[in-house]
Structure formats: structure tokens, C-alpha cells
């Protein structure tokens, strides 16, 4: 049984499913964790979570994980929600963020105009994602973990937005840290699995940066084999 991790997708279901059909071909059984980041910035954000729920109906082990982009639709969508009569009120302060990052091509693949049409089902699953991963060798998260704390696990908010950390290893029991993101180019990918000294593994190739230099492309890792393939991105 294989286990794949896929880094941040943004909207991009051609390339996920080139990735998927094409390089990766996965056996019923094998596992596969996403990192979040499923919307925003590409055309298809509503194809990419069917194709993913698609991915579940068909057998595979599938553990998908809430990015920071999952994290400002739904803080945006609640606030909308709770707020319907606010003419005597601020604007949504999270609905600006949204629409600022991405949140724009993300309606317009729903096809709806506001962001409280979004059917609630989406909503949903993305609200009640997991944070992190757990397996044997290796913690998967969306961004990191705050080892400034005595527990990693205590800031969630860090889990999805931290940018900068170093690993200290006892306090992942010895786990190598899986993560998205940060957009890396591809070089620094191949180092990361290359070497046993890296205690992470950054696996964000800026798939929807096409125009930057190493990037541009959809990564996805085989843990057991430390196997590396990446489908450019065709959307």
C-alpha cells in the first residue's frame, strides 16, 4: 500500500486529475493525504472537492486537511451568515481577505455571485476538516507547527498560517513535518527528500504560479519510497 501526499492545489482539477490518473494511478487501498488548500486563485475549486469526495467513493484512503484558503472562506461565510441585517454595521471583515486571495475565481466555480450561495454542504466539510495527520514517521499539516510551545498541537491557528519554524524533533517524537503552504521551487523539493537531515518536507511547488522559476507545478510524494512526481500545471 502506497501513501501520497499532495501539496496545495488552488483550483487546479485538470492538473489533479492528470496527477492522479496519468502519474501517480493509485491502487484501491493505497492512501492519499492533501495538505488544503483546495480553492481559490484557479478556475475549478468546486471540481477539485467533488473530485476529491470522488476520489473516497472509489476506495482510497483519503485524508484531506484544512489549508488557510478553506479557513477564510468559511470564517467569511459564517460572519455573512450571522450577520444578515447589517446596514448599521461594519463590512464582513473576513469577506475583503477572501475575495482578495482568490476568493473571486472560487465563485465564479460555484457560479454564484455571493458567497452565502455557496452550497452548505461545501461548507461544511471544509469548516470540519482535520488540522494534522498522524502516521508512523511523519506529521502532515497544511503550513507547520508553532515549536515555541510545549505542545505543537496547542496553536491550531499556527497549523494553517505559520510560515517560518524549525523542527525540533522531540517534540514530534521523532516525526519528520510534512507541509504546504509556502511555495517552494522544485529544487528545494528534491533536496528536502533527498536528505535524511531535513526534518521537514515542503511540498508546495506553486501550482498556480506557472510564470515563476521552478514552480508551477502539482507535487505529490510516496512517503515509504521518498518518491517525487509533479504534473505541470495544464489548467
Given at each position: 500500500?502506497s ?8 483550483g487546479?482539477?485538470l492538473?489533479?486529475?492528470?496527477l ?6 493509485p ?20 471540481q477539485?472537492?467533488d ?12 485524508h ?12 467569511a ?42 452550497p ?22 497544511h ?36 507541509h ?11 533536496e528536502?527528500?533527498s ?6 518536507l515542503a ?19 510516496e512517503?515509504k519510497?521518498?518518491?517525487?512526481l ?6
Open positions: 500500500m501513501v501520497w501526499v499532495i501539496g496545495d492545489i488552488h487546479c482539477v492538473t489533479l486529475q492528470a492522479i490518473e496519468k502519474l501517480i494511478m491502487s484501491p487501498g493505497d492512501t492519499i493525504c492533501f495538505v488544503g488548500d483546495y480553492i481559490d486563485r484557479g478556475p475549478s475549486s468546486k477539485v472537492i473530485y476529491i469526495h470522488q476520489l473516497s467513493s472509489q476506495g482510497y484512503a483519503i484531506a486537511l484544512q489549508g488557510n484558503h478553506e479557513e477564510m472562506l468559511v470564517n461565510y459564517n460572519w455573512e451568515k450571522n450577520h444578515p441585517k447589517r446596514w448599521f454595521r461594519k463590512g464582513n471583515p473576513f469577506l475583503d481577505l477572501w475575495l482578495d486571495n482568490g476568493g473571486k475565481d472560487t465563485l465564479r466555480s460555484f457560479d454564484v455571485e455571493h458567497i452565502v450561495d455557496i452548505i454542504n461545501y461548507i461544511s466539510w471544509m469548516e470540519h476538516l482535520p488540522l494534522y495527520h498522524s502516521l508512523s514517521n511523519y506529521l502532515i499539516v503550513a507547520g507547527f508553532n515549536f515555541n510551545r510545549p505542545s505543537i498541537f496547542e496553536d491550531t491557528n499556527a497549523m494553517k498560517w505559520i510560515r517560518y519554524f524549525d523542527v525540533d524533533l522531540r517534540k514530534t517524537d521523532g516525526k519528520r513535518v510534512v504546504g503552504h509556502v511555495p517552494v521551487p522544485l529544487e528545494v523539493i528534491h528536502c527528500i536528505s535524511d537531515r531535513h526534518a521537514f511540498i508546495d511547488n506553486g501550482c498556480v504560479y506557472k510564470g515563476r522559476n521552478g514552480m508551477g507545478g502539482l507535487a505529490a510524494v512517503l519510497q521518498m518518491k517525487l509533479i504534473q505541470p500545471n495544464i489548467d
